[in-house]
């Protein structure tokens, strides 16, 4: 007898694999001088946000690493930097504090 996987709260479709590559490819070129206004720092807050939601949908973080081709670390060093949990002790002196403030005239 083989085993069928059915869906549930804990798969993640292959729609929404795609879509969670596509905003990760955008979402990891975000650095601290990303201008606050920048298209590639919403997305990598809305990133975040759906990594978030699909957590508390039973996803697990493991699984979501595995979709990504990420270690699981890296999804909870992002959640603890966009603060959806407490950061690791090696990671809490790099608190996440948003986007820089860019002074007027800066490019």
Known sequence: MTHTPHPNA???TPEV???LRAMHAIART???NT???????KTSVEFTAALQSLIEQGV??????KVLQVS????YNRLAR???R?????QAHMAYHGAPAHEAGDA
Request: proline share 12%.
């Open 10 to 12: 804990h798969t993640i």
């Open 17 to 19: 694999a795609e879509e």
């Open 30 to 32: 975000v650095r601290g």
């Open 35 to 41: 201008p606050p206004n920048a298209p590639q720092r």
């Open 60 to 65: 697990t973080v493991y699984r979501l690493a």
């Open 72 to 75: 699981h670390t890296a999804i």
């Open 82 to 84: 966009h603060g959806y």
């Open 86 to 90: 407490t950061a690791s002790p090696s």
